[in-house]
């Protein structure tokens, strides 16, 4: 189908961006036609948890203006309209602590119910900075803990290719709206996979930058040691200009890392000539559906005929990956969740006996995905069973950033189905924890490394969108960046829009 | 295997009030979940240390100096129960307990 074809707001930001800054259209008129969009898919999609209608419209008036006065050059993303998942604060206090007008914040939790946060997130602060339109919070597994977007305190969100079928997680409203045509872009966070495999399963992209290359700061934790946010976009080239906005260091994450940041957009030459490109033979998993097989290799092929070296390499203790993700995450989860205690902020069950504060307040507040994992995590770190759960799992942290290290400096980049299958039913795996959770079993190794990884759209299997993950090494999103692009040109998928984007 | 008092030992440590229901259904799916994650033990790490976190960080440090943060008012905005310029708290320490 032509580009040309469709709606404005399912275009990318680099064709909107041509038009707003040749004055065809204004950043009022992309806002409106989002916000119209979130209005007419809100029940069946179920996408955005609060929506900033507006503060919206008065920035993209304040890009307006900038962009009559030809503020628009090296700006890419003045006066495009975003969502950011609701994992991330946004500013909704002034000094007096006063409602400000400002958008709440729920990490799909009932336990931050009525929570508004003080502060800003660094990603709003930069995003804002860069003249972006903040649109609202996008619905999510309740503390980015999910595959499917069905542990959101605030019912599922429904894949716009499918609305009978999820549109993975944990951050598949951000995926789905800008599968949608809700938002130009919008971030997520990853912590096993949660941003490349809902981009897989939206027929999005989505980047999962290096732990420590984008400032977590005010993004509600999960597991620190694994956590990343990035962008979910319509085209590689989009994604660059996101991540450039992001990119950098911030001195309050103590994590992040401060090292250059490289010119995204200059890495895509469009050229993979003379490459190596790995497969790990370990990526394709038992229960791996054939036509997601297919179309990733399908994939491999095209990188080939581009000029690219295709070697299969081997990682084996990606089979631990998942046991590996499952002790330290919830470790992890269990201590960043013990913040929430009836007292500070959110929820409060109101007990005059302190331990009948906590336990009351914790049961009522977290869903039943998250309880399971602060459990888990509760148990692994207990006396008597730390070395034998955590220690090891740390321990083959070690050898699986150890085979990661070893392959890739033997190949440039690697290459690899993001997600198992295409989305499946809604209800289809809530009763079964551990099938869930091998959704995640071709993207959790990477988390563990730290590495940068996307998933690019590589077709349709029944129907469904595919991802093709491009996985680099540290820092290198460049080569991710360039591999994904020059897969994206030849193959010709960028175009494709799920039903919602012609009705 | 876990016990059902193991899991309302574990619940109690992680200050999370779960009904009799509950229990039941997490002490069937942790056990199901530690049996597929107790594949771990069969990894070789004897010449392995542990990797808190991937990135080269040492501690990172700054000047000692004050700087603004957030106003009083911002940060008790959100407590459930206040008094004054407090968090109100339920009674930690009382004589005879």
Sequence with gaps: ?503 | MISREDVEHVATLARLGLTDDEIDRMQGQLNRILEAIGQLQSVDTSAVGPTAQVIALENVMRDDVSRPGLSREAALANAPLREGAHLRVPVVLEEGR
């Design chain 1, 1 to 503: 189908m032509a580009t040309q074809a469709l709606p404005l707001v399912d275009r990318t930001i680099g064709e909107v961006g041509e038009l707003l800054r040749s004055r065809q259209v204004s950043s009022r008129e992309l806002t409106e036609g989002c916000l119209a969009r979130i209005d007419r898919d809100a029940e069946r999609l179920n996408t955005f948890l609060a929506v900033g209608r507006e503060r919206a419209l008065a920035a993209a008036d304040g890009a307006d203006r900038e962009l009559a006065d030809g503020g628009g050059a090296a700006r890419p993303l003045l006066g495009i309209p975003y969502a950011l998942k609701d994992i991330f604060v946004t500013r909704a206090l002034d000094d007096d602590g006063n409602p400000d007008g400002g958008l709440p914040t729920t990490a799909g939790s009932r336990i931050l119910e009525g929570y508004r946060s003080p502060y800003a997130s660094a990603a709003e602060e930069r995003l804002t900075a860069a003249g972006a339109v903040l649109l609202g919070k996008t619905n999510c597994d309740e503390f980015a803990m999910g595959s499917s977007n069905e542990n959101s305190a605030f019912g599922p969100v429904h894949n716009p290719w499918d609305e009978s079928t999820v549109p993975g997680g944990s951050s598949g409203g951000s995926s789905a709206a800008v599968a949608g045509g809700q938002a130009f872009f919008a971030l997520g966070t990853d912590t096993g996979g949660s941003i490349r495999q809902p981009a897989s399963l939206s027929g999005v992209i989505g980047l999962k930058p290096t732990y420590g290359r984008v400032s977590r700061y005010g993004m509600i934790a999960f597991a620190s040691s694994l956590d990343q946010c990035g962008p979910f976009t319509r085209s590689v080239h989009d994604c660059t200009h996101v991540l450039q906005a992001l990119a950098g260091h911030d001195a309050r994450d103590s994590t992040s890392v401060d090292i250059p940041v490289p010119d995204y957009a200059a890495a895509l030459t469009g050229d993979v000539r003379g490459m190596r490109l790995g497969v790990p033979r370990e990526y394709f998993v038992a229960g791996m559906e054939p036509g997601v097989e297919r179309a990733v290799r399908e994939a491999f092929a095209v990188l080939e005929r581009l000029g690219a070296e295709i070697v299969e390499v081997s990682l084996p203790s990606t089979d631990a990956g998942l046991a590996t993700y499952y002790i330290i995450a919830p470790a992890e989860a269990s201590a960043n969740l013990a913040r929430y205690d009836g007292v500070k902020y959110g929820l409060s069950a109101g007990e005059d006996d302190l331990l009948e504060n906590y336990l009351r307040t914790r049961g009522a507040g977290f869903g039943p995905e998250v309880k399971r994992r602060i459990m888990l995590g509760t148990y692994a770190l207990s006396a008597g069973y730390y070395d034998a759960y955590y220690v090891k799992a740390q321990q083959v942290r070690t050898l699986i950033k150890a085979e990661f290290d070893r392959v890739l400096a033997d190949v440039d980049a690697l290459l690899a189905p993001t997600s198992p299958s295409v989305a499946f039913a809604i209800g289809a795996k809530t009763e079964d924890p551990l099938l869930m959770y091998l959704n995640d079993a071709c993207t959790l190794p990477v988390n563990i490394a730290g590495l940068p990884g996307i998933s690019v759209p590589a077709g349709l299997a029944d129907g469904l969108p595919v991802g093709l993950q491009v996985i680099g090494r540290a820092f290198d999103e460049a080569t991710v960046l360039r591999v994904a692009d020059a897969y994206e040109r030849a193959a010709r998928f960028a175009d494709l829009r799920p039903p919602t984007a012609h009705d």
